[in-house]
């Protein structure tokens, strides 16, 4: 049986996808292929890689296309894709959180008739307000959800936050978190069982190489 | 006049290799000895209900009837058998060795997909349990998958795992209802960092054995392993034998070759009560086979009747087909004859159909032309040419 084919997101988790993969044993340094190449396929490298837009790459992985792959927990809530999550990994930390302007008090916002929550997250936003009992309008949008309040687009937004600079320059305030996100390793259902030695051991390296940070 | 949302239609080329996989599955599961049976396409919605989990309910297409009662399309066969067979004077005279062949229909998991009507052809062995039936069913799924080889099914391969194992697990950890109920949702999620985050239970000796479930899959060698690398609870260590039982059985049939023992399989229907089982293929994200025991289905209705059975997905079975692109083409021959030429023209066209020659007569033209599509290989008014000619190219093309 040949490699198995790893879908690494593109974007602000590549480059640390790739520094952890780099500390395995058994991977040579990869920053060499931090090239424009979306498919990667070298002698001296243990996988087969494929770089995916950050949304696709669970969807690469439930589909087959690639046996593992690197996602951010943040997909896999709106996503839902069948698949199996095996490891959480140090990459990607943040917070998904309800948002709203600094001017709004956190009663004021639950209280608003016909209240409008924009979001990258649509799916999950409103498995997050059912349960929470919150009546809302989800406007749902691909960029820039910070701007929704300031704009008059929206009262409150759900995203993810790291560091909290961008809600500051945007005059809004964290109303409350909803949950932590970070970086997963999935497996392709049919995948698991075909390789299920080397995913095993796969995953019992990056826990190794991860448990000291 | 669109096509319903959901649904698809079928060609011919396609229509005909369903049915040759039909021909194969059917002869084989005759040659064992079950017999085919036909419960009807609707039941009643809470003759389902019971059976089905809340995701599964949520796919069934429902309707009310013109008492006011609420009736489903059958989402799998199954519930129905159970149903055709808890009669009294059936339960008697069991067991019953069945088969079937048919629609199902779910709502698509997501409006992107085209999945609403599924064919499935499978079987049920009714009233008997006992590793012995569990082995023959087990061993009818491994022919009927080895059966389609021929048809172009390669690399499958049939994962064997025990519902007891889950239940062992559930019974050893010290969990409240709901927590175990938790604990089900992330299996069946397949989240194992969720699972790993479960505190609670985080130190107790089974938990390695609960995280490593999905990776504990093998041969017969999986089972001493696993015994010797976990401290396994007796109702665990009960169902792993009984594995062993089932993979001795199979092997004295001489059919292991495409199986694997897999410790972390979970079904999707919660009647399952023993030995479950999941064919699939490299080349499909989706089984192509499944099924199991399921002793308490009809438990409720306090009719025990135990049954073991499985059901393989036609359509997802044709996706992973290799087919022989010369193999697809359909063939038949037109004979374009003159108005005068009619009543003889149609005495060697039934003479030839007889034979297996498939005739297409159109009257028109003046001379007589024998085309085999739109090709013209002869012109002439000499019937016993004509006949002669076809015979020969049927031959070849037959060859």
Known sequence: MGKLTISIPTGRMKEESLALLSRLPQCPPLDLINSRQLVVERE????????????????????????????????????ENEVYELLELPIGKCTMVLAAPLSTSREELLKKEALRIATKYPNFTRRYLQE?????????????????PPIGLADAIVDLVSTG?????????????????????????????????????LVEELKEVTSYV | MELVLGMKDSYPSE???????????????????????????IEYYSTLE????????????????RNGKLVSLRPEFTTSIMRMYSKKELRESAPHRVYYVGKIFRYPSSPLRVEGELTQLGLENLGKNGIDTDAEIIALALSALLALQELGIEDFMLDIGHVGIFQGLLSSLPLSPPEKLFLKTLLKKKDFV????????SSHPL????????????????????????PLSPPLVEALNYLREIWDIISDFHLEEHVFINLGLVRDFDYYTGVVFEGFSPRSGYPLLTGGRYDELLEKSENSLPACGFALFLERLMEVQRVNPKEKHSFFITITYPPFLRSSIFILAEELRKEGIPIIMEEKGEDIQVLQEKELIYQGKDEEKIKTIILERFKSWES
Do not use: C
Request: overall charge negative; hydrophobic content about 40%.
């Open chain 1, 44 to 79: 001296d490298l243990p996988w087969r890689i494929i770089f995916s837009h950050p949304k696709d790459s669970s969807t690469y992985v439930e589909f087959g296309a690639a046996d593992i792959g690197i996602v951010g927990k943040d997909i896999l809530l709106e996503r």
């Open chain 2, 194 to 201: 969720a699972l790993e985050n479960f505190t609670s239970i």
């Open chain 1, 132 to 148: 929470r009992g919150i009546t809302a309008n989800i406007v749902f949008l691909y960029g820039s959800i910070e701007l929704a």
């Open chain 2, 15 to 41: 229509v005909k290799r369903k049915r040759e996989m039909e021909f194969v599955l059917r002869h084989l599961f005759e040659e064992w000895g079950y017999e085919e049976v036909e419960p009807p396409t």
């Open chain 2, 50 to 65: 019971n059976t089905l989990g809340d995701e599964a309910k949520e796919r069934v297409y429902k309707f009310v009837d």
């Open chain 1, 165 to 201: 600079k961008t809600l500051r320059e945007n005059r809004l305030q964290v109303v409350e978190e909803i949950t932590p996100v970070s970086g997963r390793l999935v497996a392709n259902s049919i995948s698991i069982k075909i390789h299920s030695q080397e995913i095993n051991f």
């Open chain 2, 207 to 230: 938990f390695p054995f609960l995280l490593h479930l999905p990776f504990l899959r093998g041969k017969r060698e999986i089972l001493e392993e696993t015994k010797n690398n976990y």
